[in-house]
């Protein structure tokens, strides 16, 4: 008799214990939480996961900076390849991207970051949303024969652009 009161209490122990929810301040899990909030939650899972730091608004930042260097880097794509299709029918609509990735990356995104540390959400996510307004009408410059040579890229940036937007609205309304 002694004994099984034993071990039952060692099993409501081990009950207690598992159920025990993980502290907020426990990396992987606040990041696991926000980005159960936004349109991506692997794509966010894996952009947050090896750095990152401890509160939302580290996470925000995190998120707006991986949009401007995967523009950037974009950008620095379209440039290469608008050289390459010089006198093709590719020529135009890949002008025409890079044309809409250049502010976005000189000044937008910069400024949106900016506005970000200081605490102007409601700015920040008017910029990033634009951004993905942009990756979406770069894609749709290509049509029929002229393929487009930027359709990953484009989702991508757009797809991260709608991470860091909801994790923005978080920091505005809570989680
Ligand atoms: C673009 O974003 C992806 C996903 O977060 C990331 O893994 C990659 O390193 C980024 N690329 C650049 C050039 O920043
Ligand atoms: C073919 C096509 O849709 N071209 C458009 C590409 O984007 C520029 C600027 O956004 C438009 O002016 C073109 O009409």
Do not use: W
Not at 26 to 55: A, E, M, R, Y
Not at 79 to 92: F, I, M, N, S
Not at 95 to 103: H, M, N, Q, R, S
């Amino acid at each position: 008799m002694k004994t099984s009161v034993t071990s039952l209490s060692i099993i409501l122990l081990y009950i207690l214990l598992l159920s025990t929810p993980l502290p907020l301040t426990q990396c992987g899990d606040l990041i696991d939480q926000i980005c159960k909030k936004t349109p991506f939650h692997d794509l966010c899972v894996l952009s947050l996961q090896p750095n990152s730091g401890t509160n939302v608004k580290s996470l925000a930042s995190v998120m707006a900076n991986l949009v401007l260097s995967n523009a950037t880097d974009t950008l620095n794509y379209i440039q290469g390849l608008v050289k390459q299709a010089t006198g093709t029918p590719l020529e135009r609509p890949l002008a025409d991207c890079a044309e809409l990735y250049i502010p976005v990356v000189k000044y937008n995104l910069p400024q949106a970051i900016n506005a970000l540390i200081r605490g102007r959400y409601g700015f920040a996510n008017y910029v990033i949303s634009d951004t993905a307004k942009q990756a979406d009408a770069c894609e749709k410059n290509f049509s029929g024969e002229n393929k487009s040579p930027l359709t990953d890229r484009n989702k991508l940036i757009s797809n991260l652009c709608d991470v860091a937007v909801a994790i923005i609205r978080i920091l505005q309304k809570g989680l």
